[in-house]
């Protein structure tokens, strides 16, 4: 008999089949699902962390050891005199809980609560806190105890480290018995066709209920269940949606090549096909010339590479905020030279040194040039709030700044981009150089800078060499803004 826990159900509700093959063909769902990577890891350790701060509001509480005992030592306890409880364990069926937190209430019935390192509550597809609790409480109820209270402990978003870390300045408590309570008929019943659903002998593996999904959607052993499906399939078409998604499927239509002339598209879909059916690239000459004309010199095309974590490890910076421990900047002047600065923190501090020698460098002068302005432009408002006077300064860049991307979802449209205008689909493409290849690096994209730079800070035990990992967090960050400088080049020669 196949168990069901929290994970698995969440897991179900997103995909039945994914789960199925995960508890009836582990190897084959493993050979899919694709690496376990450190950054996966570094989520739920800072899991872990958010928990600790959360204990510290119950700091009577009784611990009850994660065993395969845990079960019957949380009957034990909870039969004892005992008020609060940490890491309870129930089960019913086939199914197990293990409750972040309990409280026995004075009527004997308890009161749940679920720890998030979220910083507010989740009621989307692949995250549901409230599903979570649910789930929870019908495992605990069926097992014999009563429920009359949940509630979500969770990061305040509004937090901002200033000293010493005090659980209830970071953590909020929201009561969300009514909310669990509105979906509890339907959780119960969706967990008894879960348990029946992974206990069958075998299902039709050709195909899962992630196939109308956007690809962003698919469950990790898509392609076991859709074998079928080509890097030309109507899943790469840019910025589809699932009702477009579902239609095209109506009519038959898996491949780019099999949706019929005439139908309803955007015009960047619409590029994009045509761009498969000429084998080339359809770009618009005269809006990429006027739009890079208008830049103003010098370019200064910069990347910053940040870390974030659930707890903030630096006094002015708020849970999940952007800390920036790097920048590269490739600067263009008028006449074609190119100047490169770059800077790597040396310790985990705000990076007031990097904003002081970029102002050096730069002054209030020319275009900032980046690769999804967003995220930049984001990093600039947090490091506003927490480095106040160099505040004109990054006000300047953000006045101040182009998006080469708009370029690549707007006047240039490629098939070979699978429907991206991520840098890592362009560049190859207009940059084929094997110096220009992501794939030559040891860090190869932001998670593994993100999360080896913060190992260099925190951990004690990091075996790495320090000197080679500066190195690699240093070409790696300097081929995202050379990168920008290489492709508006070849954007300048379009004929």
């Not at 509001?57 to 065993?67: D, R, S």
């Not at 929201?174 to 659903?197: G, L, P």
């Not at 035990?461 to 500066?470: L, Q, S, V, W």
Request: net charge negative.
């Amino acid at each position: 008999m196949n168990h069901l826990t929290k994970t698995d159900f969440i897991q179900y509700l997103n995909c039945p089949e994914s789960l199925w093959l995960l508890k009836n063909k582990k190897e084959e769902y493993n050979k899919h699902k694709g690496e376990f990577s450190e950054f996966q890891q570094k989520i739920i350790d800072e899991g872990y962390q958010v928990e600790e701060y959360a204990e510290k509001l119950f700091p009577e509480a009784i611990n009850i050891p994660t065993a395969n005992t845990s079960v019957e030592e949380t009957k034990e306890k909870l039969s004892g005199i005992g008020v609060s409880f940490l890491q309870p364990s129930f089960s019913y069926s086939s199914c197990f809980a293990r409750i972040d937190i309990l409280e026995k209430l004075d009527d004997n019935t308890y009161h749940i609560y679920e720890v998030k390192s979220s910083t507010s509550i989740k009621t989307g597809k692949t995250q549901n806190h409230i599903i979570d609790a649910s789930f929870q409480k019908y495992v605990m109820e069926n097992a014999g105890y009563s429920v009359s209270k949940i509630s979500l402990i969770y990061l305040d978003k509004e937090y901002r480290k200033n000293g010493e870390i005090i659980a209830s300045d970071l953590l909020k408590v929201e009561e969300i018995t009514d909310r669990v309570n509105e979906i509890y008929s339907e959780t119960r019943n969706n967990i008894k066709q879960a348990i029946s659903f992974i206990n069958l002998e075998s299902i039709d593996e050709n195909i899962c209920s992630c196939y109308t999904n956007t690809q962003s959607n698919h469950c990790d052993s898509f392609s076991y269940f859709n074998d079928k499906i080509t890097d030309s399939s109507i899943y790469k078409l840019a910025s589809i949606r699932r009702n477009k998604i579902e239609d095209l499927i109506s009519m038959d239509c898996i491949s780019l090549l099999d949706i019929p002339v005439g139908y309803k598209l955007s015009s960047r879909q619409a590029s994009q096909i045509e761009s498969l059916r000429i084998n080339q690239p359809i770009y618009n000459k005269g809006n990429i010339k006027k739009t890079l004309s208008s830049l103003q010199f010098p370019l200064h095309f910069f990347d910053y590479e940040t870390y974030a974590s659930a707890i903030p490890k630096v006094d002015g910076i708020g849970p999940h905020k952007h800390l920036v421990f790097q920048v590269s900047m490739h600067t263009m002047y008028e006449d074609g030279s190119i100047e490169h600065f770059e800077w790597l923190g040396k310790k985990m501090e705000l990076p007031t040194e990097m904003l002081e020698k970029m102002q050096d460098k730069t002054g209030y002068n020319g275009t900032f040039i980046s690769w999804n302005s967003p995220f930049e432009n984001l990093c600039n408002k947090q490091m506003i709030e927490s480095i106040p006077n160099h505040a004109d300064y990054l006000n300047y860049i953000n006045s101040n700044m182009f998006d080469l991307m708009i370029i690549f979802k707007e006047d240039y449209i490629d098939y070979r981009f699978q429907g991206s205008s991520s840098i890592k689909k362009v560049l190859p493409i207009l940059c084929p150089e094997p110096e220009l290849s992501y794939k030559n690096l040891a860090i190869q994209d932001g998670s593994m800078a993100m999360d080896n730079w913060g190992k260099m800070m925190l951990d004690t035990n990091f075996n790495k060499d320090i000197n080679k990992t500066r190195k690699d967090l240093l070409k790696y960050c300097r081929l995202d803004s050379l990168a920008m400088v290489e492709i508006y080049k070849k954007l300048k020669l379009i004929e």
